[in-house]
């Protein structure tokens, strides 16, 4: 099955009990035993609820796994992934991750003996000099946020098979639709739902897929044990916005490149950071590793007060966090996402003061340029 007819038919469909065409929301705690132990699958929400396994069943079938978690959000589900690990363990990771990641890993799990070394996963040698005796994972997200730093994952995971390390990828940005790292080499992908698969700014969610029998079990007890699940309600919402996903990525995918060849024709934008631009220095892996390059970018207008100036006078654009969803959201990172983050390190980053950066929505591309022509003029 093609990747669109996968995203219509993919996991349960409809509901085996009435025929429903949607799988309907399961609003149940409990479930009725006929005698001690014998029950229909479902004891109890938990560890188990059907529109929840519904999505589950859909993630693992659309990224090509065997397995699907889905959590109360993108949090939920990397801090699950990171409890398979033991006290002691060391990750090394992407140094340009999400800062909830970041902040996770380095102000949470380290209280619990989990280390993580922070590197430029671009750079082979960078993760392989990190690497060290007790070293269990790499964790990396490509194309990372805001500068569409783009990794090769399959480079990566011939570092994580040769020396028996899982690798986990957050494909947030690129989506199952536009690439699926299980099939690259990773072991474990995970997602913000909460962005491109949900898609339309209503529900937080985090989902995790597995393409191993044993792993998925883990993963399961800690899904069971932890708690961190996804209530029926917003897993029902989450599976309505993901069957549109084929049709929203092809959209703002071609409102992306038209943007971004856009912006780069401009004299007064230093910079635009974009995958599918042949000037993005990660373009040639990206197109190798997916089928397209999705609707993030962000490009450089020279200084904070430009910054500022552009956001007060863009309507069309939503100032928001977040991303992904069917309205363009704008930001500057260097004041929002990224503020908590030292200048210096920010500079070093090359996270400038005047980089604004665009989830480009599903509006008529032509409104959407005139109106950063007048913000920008
Ligand atoms: C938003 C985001 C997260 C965190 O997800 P929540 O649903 O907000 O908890 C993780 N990774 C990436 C790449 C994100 O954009």
Do not use: C
Request: glycine letters at 10%; aromatic letters at 8%.
């Amino acid at each position: 099955m093609r990747m669109k007819t996968r995203l219509i038919h993919g996991g349960v469909d409809g509901d085996p009990a009435t025929g429903a065409v949607s799988v309907p929301i399961y609003q149940v705690s409990t479930y009725k035993q006929e005698a001690v132990g014998k029950h229909k699958g479902y004891e109890y929400s938990r560890t188990g609820n059907p529109t929840r396994f519904a999505v589950e069943q859909y993630i693992a079938d659309i990224e090509g796994g065997i397995r699907g978690f889905a959590f109360g959000s993108g949090m939920a589900a990397i801090s699950s992934v990171v409890m398979l690990f033991d006290k002691g363990a060391h990750f090394v990771v992407g140094n340009d991750v999400y800062g909830g990641t970041f902040r996770v890993l380095s102000k949470v799990f380290n209280r619990f003996g989990i280390e993580a070394t922070f590197v430029n996963t671009t750079d082979t040698n960078a993760i392989k000099a990190a690497i060290r005796p007790n070293t269990k994972a790499i964790m990396l997200e490509t194309p990372s946020n805001p500068l569409l730093t783009v990794t090769d994952i399959a480079a990566v995971s011939e570092i994580t098979q040769d020396q028996n390390l899982y690798l986990i990828v957050d494909n947030t940005f690129m989506t199952p639709y536009w690439q699926n790292p299980l099939e690259l080499g990773a072991d474990i992908v995970v997602h913000s739902a909460t962005k491109y698969l949900g898609g339309h700014s209503d529900v937080v969610a985090g989902l995790a897929v597995v393409k191993d029998q044993a792993l998925g079990d883990e993963l399961h007890f800690v899904q069971n044990s932890v708690g961190a699940i996804l209530g029926p309600q917003d897993s029902w919402i989450l599976l309505r916005g993901m069957k549109t996903l084929g049709v929203r990525m092809e959209e703002h995918e071609k409102n992306a490149r038209r943007i971004a060849a856009w912006l780069s024709e401009r004299k007064d934008i230093t910079k635009v950071f974009y995958p599918g631009l042949t000037s993005h220095p990660g373009h040639d892996i990206a197109a190798r590793q997916g089928r397209g390059f999705g609707g993030m970018m962000s490009f450089d207008v020279g200084s904070l007060e430009r910054a500022n100036q552009v956001l007060s006078r863009v309507k069309l654009f939503t100032l928001a966090e977040s991303l992904g969803a069917v309205e363009s959201l704008i930001s500057v990172p260097a004041q929002m996402t990224h503020a908590s983050i030292p200048a210096e390190r920010r500079a070093e980053l090359g996270i400038t003061d005047g980089l604004i950066r665009i989830s480009v929505g599903l509006e008529d591309v032509e409104d959407l340029i005139e109106e950063l022509e007048r913000a920008l003029s």
